[in-house]
């Protein structure tokens, strides 16, 4: 251990240097050059005359020597080498630097007539230099490399991390990481009793504030935040903190994802719910137990984001079986295998399957007999439903709501919960008004069908869910930019993926029929501030990667609501769910079914004024006005 101590502390005192490193290099290669000089002396003259035959002026030729290699070394770039990678580029670097000092310092003192300056020894020094330069940058790299294999086991070059953190989870970090090709400089920690204290042989420098003054003098190239016990604002300061350095950001699971199976030592990428700074989600996992275990749940969308995370929440309460309708193939594959090795015990039921079809889910329904339908099967993308696609919205996601709907209460099943969306507040689109007239018909089904609890739970923009705007930031970030936002105001409430997919189960335990079910969101967080802390988590400043305004885009609102203008809320036993008071529609979902079923396929336009008529609150945006606001954005 104290050899490795001392590695450790040989590769400390070098990257305290490394701020310094163009001046110190400088100076080594001063000194270099002067001891060159005396080298060739002492090669052309021998040892009885390499100090008395010079001139009495030589002193003032070494200086002016010197000075002269220097200029011509800052003038191309020498001391920018970093000479832990020296190699064959940096040795043809100093080759070309020493030809041109060593003609120019020949030709100064020649026309000097400083002819006592032995002409071997200008035309010998700039090759002795040359090889005295190249043997002190290769004799660093031998020895950064030996260091490096020393404290990490390999020679190559590593990255080099700070952990934010010194507790239980940076022990098991660093026992696992080190193995990984990474370097750890050191700890940080607020606790005063961890301080000047080791982990695994790794120092803790000092508190959380030091991270900029250490990032810079130990030459970080990342910083890991292993800290997951933290939660909420704390959580969001620390990766604010780290974020500061201009360093990529990397985390350990949270406390959550380690309940979930995930190891400490498995680093990733910092995620937008790492940024969200909300507590975690409590549930009544009794009642949610005693609503699930021993039942057969059926889940509609089975391989979407939302679907899919429903199943593995579903899955921890030990259901009878799990039927999964999807109509993706390669979704329901997806998640079939990634459910069957989680959950081994759990009898699994793949089914393609399109709600569109009515008596093929009639045929499911009958068939399982489950006692709980989960409904996510949605097309959920503004833009994309907004054009030329407004039919396919209405039959997949209003249409499909009836279908499953019905044949789930034809079926006796005991609860079916729609997942909504915020966007059916106050729609301006297609996607919202056509998810608001399915909330219309599960409240019509309610009062029919009173065997059946009908609920929808609404809530807003999940992160990561396909179609969402992470992806593709994070594929732009990647690119290197430019990242486009379509307003600088639009704002949005965001949810997590296991979030949103808890409480949607928890509101299916407490659910009562006909109601709609709103989860709290939090604050709105701003589109641009999001894509602004992305593009910091990943190493990135502002002037690296632009952020460009692209407009709004038909049928996008700049702010999402939550509830109507007229609704009022009842509170439940839980903080995050509320139950939303609905004003009573203005027309019938039942006359928009009938409309669906007997209508070939219409027109845009025809769909829109269907969907009026029922959802008296659908107002449409203009296109006018949508280009209006794309042309008030000028891209920056």
Known sequence: MNGMQSW???????????????????????????????????????????????PAYDGWVLLGIVALYLAVFALLGVPRGMWRFSGFGEVKRLTIACTLAGALAAAVVMLAGLREVPRAVLALHPVITLMGLASVRIGYRMLYEHMRAQISGSASETRRAIVLGA????????????????????????????????????????????????????????VIVAMPSVRGA????????????????????????????????????????????REPVLLDEAGIADCLRGRTVLITGAGGSIGSELCRQVARYRP????????SEFNLYTVEQELGERFPGLELVRLIGDVKNLEHLRQVMQRWRPQVVFHAAAYKHVPLMEEHNAWAALQNNTLGTWHAALASAEAGVGRFVLISTDKAVNPTNVMGATKRAAEMVISQLAKEHTGTRFMAVRFGNVLGSSGSVIPKFKEQIARGGPVTVTHPEITRYFMTIPEAARLVVQAAAIGETGQ???????????????????????????????????????????????????DTTLPTAFAQLRIARLDVPSGSPADLVDWLHATPVPDDAGVRAHLMAVVGEYRETSVEGTIAMRESVTPR
Do not use: N
């Not at 240097?17 to 003259?45: E, K, N």
């Open 516 to 566: 709609v079910l709103v989860l709290d969101m939090g604050e709105p967080v701003k589109i641009v501030d999001l894509a602004r802390d992305l593009i910091r988590m990943a190493g990135h400043g502002p002037q690296d990667i632009e952020i460009v305004f692209s407009g709004l885009r038909p049928g996008e609102k700049l702010y999402e609501e939550l509830l109507a203008d007229a």
């Open 8 to 54: 450790q502390r040989l590769d400390a005192f070098l990257t305290r240097l490394r701020p310094q490193r163009q001046p110190l290099s400088l100076a080594i290669d001063a000194l270099v050059v002067a001891a060159c000089w005396q080298f060739t002396y002492l090669f052309r003259l021998g040892f009885e005359r390499w100090i008395s035959a010079r």
């Open 167 to 222: 507790g239980d989870a940076a022990r098991l970090l660093l026992a696992g990481i080190q193995h990984q090709g990474w370097v750890v400089a050191g700890l940080l920690d607020d606790d005063p009793a961890k301080q000047r204290g080791r982990i695994g042989g790794v120092p803790v420098l000092g508190t959380l504030d030091r991270l900029a003054e250490l990032a810079l003098l130990q030459g970080i190239t990342h």
């Open 234 to 277: 704390a959580r969001r300061r620390v990766f604010d903190l780290a974020a500061s350095v201009g360093r990529p950001v990397l985390t350990v699971p949270s406390a959550q994802e380690l309940l979930d199976g995930a190891t400490v030592s498995r680093v990733r990428d910092i995620e937008p719910d790492d940024l969200l700074g």
């Open 320 to 327: 009878e079986r799990l039927v999964l309708l999807e109509q």
